[in-house]
C-alpha cells in the first residue's frame, strides 16, 4: 500500500506541480509580470489556459474528482507529510484558485458545488466507518473542503474572510490532531481507533485528546 501511495503522490506531482509551473511562467511572460493584479483577458491568452489553471488548483485542493489520491497518501505517508499536507499544500490550492481562478464562480458553476456538497456528506458517512485514524481525518477533511468555495461563491468580503479563517481553522484543527496520532502510533505501533483506547490513560493525555477534538470540531 505504501508502494502504491508513492506511486499515486508522484503521478499527482506529475500532473500538477509541473503543469502548474509552465502555465504560471507562460503567463507572465505573455503579460510581463508575475503579478496577479496585471493579468488580464486582453492580452490574447486562451480562456483554455485559465481553465486549465483551475483544473490545476481544483487537484491540490482536491475537489471531486480529483480527491482519490489524498486518503492513500494520508495513510502511508509520514505524520509531518500528513501535516504540511492538510495545514499547508491544500490551503495552497484554495489561494490559488481565489487569486487565479475567480471567474469560474458563475452559475453553472453552482451545479459543481451542489455535486460536491453531495459527495462531501458520502465522504462524512465513509469517516464514521473508518477505524484507521489517517484515512478518518483525510476523509473528514474532503467533506469540510467544500465550505471555503461556498464562501467564494457568494462573493462579498465578509465571505471571503471567513472561507480564509475557516481554512487556518482546518490548518492548525488537522494538524493538532495528525500530530496526536502521529504520538499515538510511537507508543502503541497502531493508527486503529479501537486499539487506541487502551494507549489513552492518565489525566493529562485525556486533556490532551478532548482538546484535539475540539479543536477539529471547531472546523
Do not use: Q
Amino acid at each position: 500500500e505504501r508502494f502504491l501511495a508513492g506511486w499515486y503522490f508522484c503521478g499527482y506531482l506529475l500532473s500538477t506541480s509541473l503543469p502548474l509551473v509552465l502555465i504560471l511562467l507562460y503567463l507572465s511572460s505573455v503579460e510581463g509580470s508575475f503579478y496577479f493584479t496585471d493579468w488580464s483577458n486582453e492580452s490574447g491568452v486562451s480562456m483554455i489556459v485559465y481553465y486549465l489553471l483551475s483544473f490545476v488548483f481544483f487537484t491540490k485542493v482536491p475537489l471531486v474528482p480529483f480527491h482519490t489520491w489524498l486518503p492513500i497518501v494520508h495513510a502511508e505517508a509520514t505524520s509531518i507529510v500528513s501535516i504540511f499536507l492538510s495545514g499547508y499544500i491544500m490551503k495552497l490550492g484554495l489561494l490559488g484558485v481565489y487569486r487565479c481562478a475567480y471567474f469560474i464562480f458563475n452559475v453553472e458553476f453552482l451545479w459543481y458545488l451542489f455535486l460536491c456538497c453531495v459527495v462531501a456528506v458520502f465522504f462524512l458517512i465513509t469517516s464514521c466507518n473508518e477505524l484507521d485514524g489517517k484515512r478518518w481525518l483525510a476523509f473528514l477533511s474532503l467533506s469540510h473542503i467544500v465550505v471555503p468555495f461556498l464562501g467564494f461563491y457568494i462573493g462579498d468580503w465578509t465571505s471571503v474572510n471567513f472561507s480564509f479563517f475557516y481554512c487556518l481553522g482546518h490548518g492548525l484543527g488537522a494538524g493538532i490532531v495528525f500530530g496526536l496520532l502521529w504520538f499515538f502510533y510511537d507508543v502503541s505501533h497502531t493508527r486503529n481507533w479501537v486499539l487506541l483506547k487502551s494507549s489513552i490513560n492518565g489525566v493529562w493525555l485525556m486533556i490532551l485528546v478532548v482538546f484535539s477534538m475540539l479543536s477539529l470540531c471547531s472546523f
